[in-house]
Every structure is written in C-alpha cells, then in structure tokens.
C-alpha cells in the first residue's frame, strides 16, 4: 500500500478559531474585536469564541478562508504535477539511452555474416 505524500481537507469555511485564536494561528484573517468585548461584557464567558458583528464580516472571512484553502490546492498541485514533470524527464532519457543502445546493437549485427562465421565441431 502506498505512502500519502500529501493529505488535504477540506476545512469549515465560516468556523473561527477556538478560544484565544483569531485566525492568526493559520494565516488567517483577524477580526476586529465586537463591540463590548473590550468591557468583558454582554454576558460572554472570558475566553469563548467571538462572534461576527455583521453578515458583511461572515461573508467576506468566507471568501478569504476559500481563497486560502484554493491557494494551498493550487500549491499542492503545483508539487504534483513538478514531480510528475520529473519522473517524466527520467523516463525519457532512460528511454533515449535505450534506443541507443538498441542503435548500437542493429549496427552490430547488420556487420555480422552468417555464412563467414566458422562453427566448430
């Protein structure tokens, strides 16, 4: 059975980070702070997860977590397709070593005559 060499999930676009992250963590974009929450107030516990003020400030950490998590598919497939790039560069010089050789193997014996050739008893 073979080895992953990448692994990619897909991730919840419109989740927070847990408590005390702001996205950062990941690279993320941060949010503003709510209002009161500077104060401690309006009846949160100390260390939950905020949440958005605005629909607007939904939609647009949506778009930025999409952009991200295509960013990294794009980059893994970049990974991808340069090692395919690589196994294919080696397959064809081995394959131009080969038809060499083979050159070299015809020349060889289109010189060959069987009727010159003594064959002992």
Known sequence: ?????RTLEPLKLCRLEEAGGDGAERGGPALGD???AAEGGG???RGAVPLFGALEQVSSYALVSLLMQLSDLSRCA???FGGILS???S???R???L???LGALEALLARLDHRKVKIRE
């Open 95 to 97: 394959n131009a070593r």
């Open 91 to 93: 397959l064809c010089h």
């Open 34 to 36: 709510p209002a009161g």
């Open 1 to 5: 059975m073979p080895f992953p060499l």
């Open 43 to 45: 009846g949160r516990r």
């Open 99 to 101: 038809q060499r050789r």
């Open 87 to 89: 196994e294919a560069d």
């Open 78 to 80: 970049g990974d991808i």
